[in-house]
């Protein structure tokens, strides 16, 4: 039987990755907020979900974020739009991670966390204006021309990886790798890029 960590899987999410599910109200305007004027190249967007990451790990004894811990996420937070009150949709990582890329609540029917059960998602909106570089764990929401079949595929074999701390150890060193090419590539292209990564934080 699986641990229950893991069915908890998207339980404790950082607060700021659930501001992408407001995309989700104004879609049809989603380019004309991230898209830049004539001349100029679109924005890097970087999406990070911290998956069990408790809220209250990262705060000093007055609410905010503790700068000697954790000296870049209190910058970070000093230049941005914190939204403390929110919380996650779902329980499990098929709930909660889709809504966090396409905005939608989860329904009463299971759906799995595929490109094919969520066929608009940031991924879509964004389309060709944005080089991704993606890191999905038990989803498969990023497309890339694979079929339904496929996206099946790599969800299950994620899902039953008896080597997943290895493999997500792997998986996230190969994405931060690929920061610096992505972002070259991209300004050559004149795109922007798009770096989404899951991370459950258990297993760092």
Known sequence: MRPERRSMGARRVLVGACAVMGLHAFASAANEVIQPSVGQRPTPVFLIILDELPRSSLLDENGGIDADAYPNLARLADASTRYVATTTVGTRIMDAVPAILSGLLPGPEARSA??????????????????????????????????????????????????????????????????????????????????????????F
């Not at 060709?128 to 339904?148: I, K, M, T």
């Not at 792997?170 to 972002?183: K, L």
């Open 114 to 203: 595929i490109a094919a059960e969520y066929p608009e998602t940031l991924f879509t909106w964004l389309g060709e204006d944005y080089r991704p570089n993606v890191l999905e764990v038990e989803s498969a929401l990023f497309a890339a021309g694979r079929s339904r079949t496929t996206q099946e595929k790599q969800v299950f074999s994620m899902a039953n990886d008896r080597q997943e701390d290895t493999t997500e150890h792997r998986a996230f060193r190969n994405f931060v790798r690929r920061i610096g090419p992505t972002e070259r590539r991209a300004r050559a292209a004149g795109q922007g890029s798009l770096h989404v990564a899951h991370v459950r934080l258990p297993r």
